[in-house]
T-cell receptor, first 113, second 115 residues
Framework: AQSVSQHNHHVILSEAASLELGCNYSYGGTVNLFWYVQYPGQHLQLLLKYFSGDPLVKGIKGFEAEFIKSKFSFNLRKPSVQWSDTAEYFCAVISGGSYIPTFGRGTSLIVHP | ETGVTQSPTHLIKTRGQQVTLRCSSQSGHNTVSWYQQALGQGPQFIFQYYREEENGRGNFPPRFSGLQFPNYSSELNVNALELDDSALYLC??????????????FGAGSRLTVL
């Protein structure tokens, strides 16, 4: 069964700092990859996704993620975080042949102004 | 377009009782899935409904059951509630529910507390 690991459970940064949140998955075949975000008081929503093509994908609000197949990773990055990026971030993976995403346990990001 | 709406937002039950949670999918979406999110954890897949039939199920016992209606709305029913059922229950709708391009639109969730 697919498993998804998000090693950073809590991250605290100051505004303008760079961000990288790790996501690793276990299945070695074809995958579709997602990052979802939940801002305080709001629904979970899609931040970005990778299905195929350029392994560097760009999402909303200046976020990007890089798919590295050899490392089974899909890390989320942002060069300069803002206070408004404070949220819970979830990585999710759909393995080849499936249509059901497996979620990581999430990373709570707090950005101090 | 309307998003995914869930009701009730909060409820408290006692062990052994039964609960029904409701979900209206986003306009145009034909697939509904349900997730359980325990505190400090990511969403755990319960099951998915497509064209009114269950077409995928996670590692949850049969006392978790569901329905999808012709208008694509859905219910999650949990019988014989246990303390460990206390969690946030998320409903998500999607248009490509039976493909790997399954991008989910989530509701705000129903917070269930079992005493």
């Amino acid at each position: 069964a697919q498993s998804v690991s998000q090693h950073n459970h809590h991250v605290i940064l100051s505004e303008a700092a760079s961000l990288e949140l790790g996501c690793n998955y276990s299945y070695g075949g074809t995958v579709n990859l997602f990052w979802y975000v939940q801002y305080p008081g709001q629904h979970l929503q899609l931040l970005l996704k990778y299905f195929s093509g350029d392994p560097l994908v760009k999402g909303i609000k200046g976020f990007e993620a890089e798919f590295i197949k050899s490392k089974f990773s899909f890390n989320l990055r942002k060069p300069s975080v803002q206070w408004s990026d404070t949220a819970e971030y979830f990585c999710a993976v759909i393995s080849g042949g499936s249509y059901i995403p497996t979620f990581g346990r999430g990373t709570s990001l707090i950005v101090h102004p | 377009e309307t998003g995914v709406t869930q009701s009730p937002t909060h409820l408290i039950k006692t062990r052994g009782q039964q609960v029904t949670l409701r979900c209206s999918s986003q306009s145009g979406h034909n697939t509904v899935s349900w997730y359980q999110q325990a505190l400090g954890q990511g969403p755990q897949f319960i099951f998915q409904y497509y064209r009114e039939e269950e077409n995928g199920r996670g590692n949850f016992p049969p006392r978790f059951s569901g329905l999808q209606f012709p208008n694509y709305s859905s219910e999650l029913n949990v019988n014989a509630l246990e303390l460990d059922d206390s969690a946030l229950y998320l409903c998500a709708s999607s248009l490509e529910g039976v493909s790997g391009a399954n991008v989910l639109t989530f509701g705000a969730g129903s917070r269930l507390t079992v005493l």
